[in-house]
């Protein structure tokens, strides 16, 4: 039967999703990687289980929506408030900083600016997700370093809008000024609202006070809501996802927004296992296998650099050694919105197949080595609450065993070496000649 087939098809990726997912929170991290892992094991370079990705590409999409809806709903403006003015110079500074990288590599490379910017977007958005995650674990969710990290993060995330909305009208034409009046509107009510909300002001609406009383009518009322708030968006030339998140972030800061949050966030959780599945099962292991070493060029390049770029940024603004290391370590890595961004770019014509391949492999191991990056946040929690100021110092701290280790290898190497190879030793003694020996002066 062809209805048990395809039940039998939803029933392997809802098991294998939840089976990756508890694998990588037992190992306490995000269960979206997990999703991911699930989706490269299904996909048609692994497994090959699913084959038709359409029908998970509009779920997902779905999803996208359902994400930036809660996300406004849950925004926390008022804590961002506090340290926005760091937040977002620290923003302004990585946007500028991966825009100056990236155009420099551009020239040489021969890549068009608008793929610059693209990279530069895309490098700067952190993963919300693991960064929390990872400033939970350290126990610096109340503290100076946990409040800045997170309010940079909510800078990223008011951020994606109008990255979106770029992409979306920079796409295959190019700069247009209907184009550009687009992204001056979007990015200008944004940020009035955006102000409005900081400075105490509320918009109550009544059926949502009618709809928050009534428990089993938030769910519904939270994706009719999302949905027709994406549908006009698009009727009015903006992109779906801008009129989703300008929805939750109206209503969240409105009567009932906890309420209608924590009837959205299973659904929404839902609809997102379905979009990072997707991305995995975009993720061709065979153009990873073929390609590996420009891929982790590209990881281990953007992680390093955003990283150092982080810190710089920090220090720059007289925020103190240990908090700018600890903060710029934190929010080092490519975030789950960098996906986004590459979908957004692959329908509007910016990035070729090859390229938003590229990209999506990049930002997936970027998220699959995260184990590795909290571990090394862990250290470095440490390391700052010990006040380790000199390289030397924290090197040996962070990677003293294996830095021995390795030493020891090496000189264990080297001495094979020059056993199996005792004549070289044995010519250059014989190539040197003895330096006559100095006169001493007549006096």
Known sequence: MEGQEALTGIAVVGLA??????????????????????????GPTAFAIVDNQEQIRLLADIGILMLLFVLGLELPIKDFMNVWRTALMVLAGQILGFLSITLVLAAFMGWD????????FAATLSSTAVAIKMIEDIGETKTDTGRLSIAILVAQDLAVIPMIVFVSNVGGSGFTAVGLAKMIAAGAFLAGLVVFFAKGGRMNFAFAERIASHRELRPVAAIAICLVAA??????????AYGAFIAGLVLGNGVGSARLAEAAKPIEGLLMMVF???????IDLDFIRAHLGQVMIWL?????????????????????WPQAFLSGVLIGQIGEFSFLL?????????????????IIAVVALSLLVSPLWLMTARRLHTVTARRRTTLSSLLNYLYGDQTTWL??????????LHAQHPEDKNTKKRGKKKKPAKKPDKK
Request: glycine share 14%.
């Open 342 to 358: 590459a979908a957004v770019g692959g329908r509007s014509g910016m990035l070729p197949p090859e390229k938003q391949q590229l």
């Open 276 to 282: 990072f599945l997707s991305v995995g099962l975009l």
């Open 231 to 240: 549908a006009l968006s698009g009727v009015f030339g903006f992109s779906a």
């Open 300 to 320: 281990i390049g953007a992680t390093v650099v955003k990283t150092a770029l982080n810190i710089g940024i920090l220090r720059l603004l007289k925020r103190p």
């Open 17 to 42: 999703a939840l089976l990756c997912g508890l694998i990588l929170t037992r190992l306490r991290q995000p269960a979206v990687v997990g999703y991911i892992l699930a989706g490269v094991l299904l």
């Open 407 to 416: 030493i020891g290898t090496a000189k264990n190497i080297a001495q094979q």
């Open 113 to 120: 600016g608008r793929f610059a910017a693209f990279l530069a």
